[in-house]
T-cell receptor, first 114, second 109 residues
Framework: EAQVTQNPRYLITVTGKKLTVTCSQNMNHEYMSWYRQDPGLGLRQIYY???????DKGDVPEGYKVSRKEKRNFPLILESPSPNQTSLYFC?????????????FGPGTRLTVT | GQSLEQPSEVTAVEGAIVQINCTYQTSGFYGLSWYQQHDGGAPTFLSY????GLEETGRFSSFLSRSDSYGYLLLQELQMKDSASYFCAVRGNTGKLIFGQGTTLQVKP
């Protein structure tokens, strides 16, 4: 089954404790992206990657890191999480840059930082 | 910069037709997408308009006017399962998809 998977689905952590949210897709997609969703603010893009070893900042990159060492994986790293990073996070992918208008989303990771 | 505006909430009754509008301002424009999201779930792609006009997919249609920087999503024969949030999103001249804040549609019996 074609899908985007994220782990963990739920995470409660404390301020400053480094964490990684994994994202993997099995569709051989070139384009991958991370979003955060907060009430009333819609989906805001954190980072995106057009292909392996190519990443770029979205609209809200502060406090986050990403890497794209393999085509299928695009982990999101919070080196020192803070309470304002409490949010619902989605990973998404599309075939390539030309089709980024049609993105496939993972199930989401609900993160709480206390 | 880029910005999108859509109503925050819309209410309609089962069987009715509802239109969700989206206006946008972008530096460069390739097209307008629509996504559906049920409560807390993953957004799912509904439609994409790159050219002016109406695109129809079953009960859902999407319209774009590039000259007016305006589009809408039209939902016909509303069903209770259509209760969800709907997002318009613009692909500009960057590698980003910019989303609106979303419209919550409540369908009442």
């Amino acid at each position: 089954e074609a899908q985007v998977t994220q782990n963990p689905r739920y995470l409660i952590t404390v301020t400053g404790k480094k964490l990684t949210v994994t994202c993997s897709q099995n569709m051989n997609h070139e384009y991958m992206s991370w979003y955060r969703q907060d009430p009333g603010l819609g989906l805001r893009q954190i980072y995106y990657s057009m292909n392996v070893e190519v990443t770029d900042k979205g609209d809200v990159p502060e406090g986050y890191k990403v890497s794209r060492k393999e085509k299928r994986n695009f982990p999101l790293i919070l080196e020192s999480p803070s309470p304002n990073q409490t949010s619902l996070y989605f990973c998404a992918s599309s075939l390539d840059r030309g089709t980024l208008y049609e993105q496939y989303f993972g199930p989401g990771t609900r993160l709480t930082v206390t | 910069g880029q910005s999108l505006e859509q109503p925050s909430e819309v209410t309609a009754v089962e069987g009715a037709i509802v239109q969700i509008n989206c206006t946008y301002q972008t530096s460069g424009f390739y097209g307008l997408s629509w996504y559906q999201q049920h409560d807390g779930g993953a957004p799912t792609f509904l439609s994409y308009n790159a050219l002016d006009g109406l695109e129809e997919t079953g009960r859902f249609s999407s319209f774009l006017s590039r000259s007016d920087s305006y589009g809408y999503l039209l939902l016909q024969e509303l069903q209770m399962k259509d209760s969800a949030s709907y997002f318009c999103a613009v692909r500009g001249n960057t590698g980003k998809l910019i989303f609106g804040q979303g419209t919550t549609l409540q369908v009442k019996p």
